[in-house]
């Protein structure tokens, strides 16, 4: 059974860095499309980044494109998002999920982490 943990999330200044990492157990990260999501407060869970099998791929939502990193160290089975330049709206709960297609829809994923918390305020 594949599990997801998430860490790294914490409060910071706008404009601020943070890095999220989502380790994965029970299975091998290369198996899997890995992707991060996020939810703000009242809000519906949004796509935020994915990472295809072999890494040739890789999606952004418009919102985080040229300020968020999705990578993998394939080594520790972890999945990690730099986020730099951070603004109030990145505020949410951040969580990864793993699943077989390499797809913007949160209903294609199989497997998700129990998120951790990101706040951007000043």
């Known amino acids: 059974q594949v599990q997801l943990t998430e860490s790294g999330g914490g409060s910071v200044h706008p404009g601020g860095s943070l890095r999220l990492s989502c380790v994965l157990s029970g299975d091998t990260l290369e198996n899997w499309y890995m992707a991060w999501f996020r939810q703000g407060p009242g809000k519906e869970r949004d796509f935020v980044s994915v990472?295809?099998?072999?890494?040739?791929?890789?999606l952004y939502a418009d919102s985080v494109r040229g300020r968020f990193s999705i990578s993998r160290d394939l080594a520790k089975n972890t999945l990690f998002l730099q986020m730099n330049s951070l603004k109030p709206e990145d505020t949410a709960v951040y969580f990864c999920?793993?699943?077989?297609?390499?797809?913007?829809?949160?209903?294609?994923?199989?497997?998700w982490g129990q998120g951790t918390q990101v706040t951007v305020s000043s």
């Open positions: 990472i295809s099998l072999y890494g040739g791929t890789i």
């Open positions: 999920a793993a699943g077989p297609k390499l797809q913007r829809a949160s209903s294609y994923y199989s497997f």
